[in-house]
Antibody, heavy 123, light 111 residues
């Protein structure tokens, strides 16, 4: 069974750093791209970027380039999303999602999703 | 302001056919495939339609997608109360280095 299990809720202060995780099981970790999607409270979905765990090829959406770091660790079958200086505007739910292997990585085709990680940034 | 434009809300009665529109331009919908997601409150999105018209395994055939030019639509026939959810369209956008964009979402209410 394919599963993407994300790390738990986080409460942080502005300026702090954070790394959230998405642990993958049920298929070969290196075979699918993994994307990250942001959803601010009461708002829609925003595509952040995507990584290919096989070689850690990362593509960031222009809006998120330089704002976050996406990485992967084959030894832990996990993909990560990291911030070096959180802002209140980063408050959101963050989803990791598996890209399908029957479509090109640029297309937003995600068949399995994590449960979401809620991040609250407040002073 | 989302690159892809959806109506914020839609509604229908059980058994009815409802359509949700998604409007873009040549750099996204006009030149790329369209995808549709369903999201219930507090849960992750679910892929409903890929490559304009294709349904993943397990998605009922009550859900169908279409595309014409720079617009796309999601149709739900035989509307059921359990279809009440938010629906998002998405597509790659060549003006954003090919990265994906989502529509603002449409909240569907089953009356």
């Amino acid at each position: 069974e394919v599963q993407l299990v994300q790390s738990g809720r986080e409460v942080k202060k502005p300026g702090e750093s954070l790394k959230i995780s998405c642990r993958i099981s049920g298929y070969r970790f290196t075979s699918h791209w993994i994307g990250w999607v942001r959803q601010r409270p009461g708002q829609g979905l925003e595509y952040m970027g995507i990584i290919f765990p096989h070689d850690s090829d990362v593509r960031y959406s222009p809006s998120f380039q330089g704002q976050v770091t996406i990485s992967a660790d084959e030894s832990s079958n996990s993909v990560y999303l990291q911030w070096d200086g959180l802002q209140a505007s980063d408050t959101a739910v963050y989803y990791c999602a598996r890209h399908v292997n029957y479509d090109t990585s640029k297309n937003p085709a995600f068949d399995f999703w994590g449960q979401g990680t809620l991040l609250l940034v407040s002073s | 302001q989302s690159v892809l434009t959806q109506p914020p809300s839609a509604s229908g009665t059980p058994g009815q056919r409802v359509t949700i529109s998604c409007s873009g331009d040549y750099s996204n919908i006009g030149n790329n495939y369209v995808y549709w997601y369903q999201q219930f409150p507090g849960t992750a999105p679910k892929l409903l339609i890929y490559k304009n018209t294709q349904r993943p395994s397990g998605v009922p055939d009550r859900f169908s997608g279409s595309k014409s030019g720079t617009s796309a639509s999601l149709a739900i026939s035989g509307l059921r109360s359990e279809d009440e959810a938010d629906y998002y369209c998405a597509a790659a956008d060549d003006s954003l280095s090919g990265h994906a964009v989502f529509g603002g979402g449409t909240q569907l209410t089953v009356l």
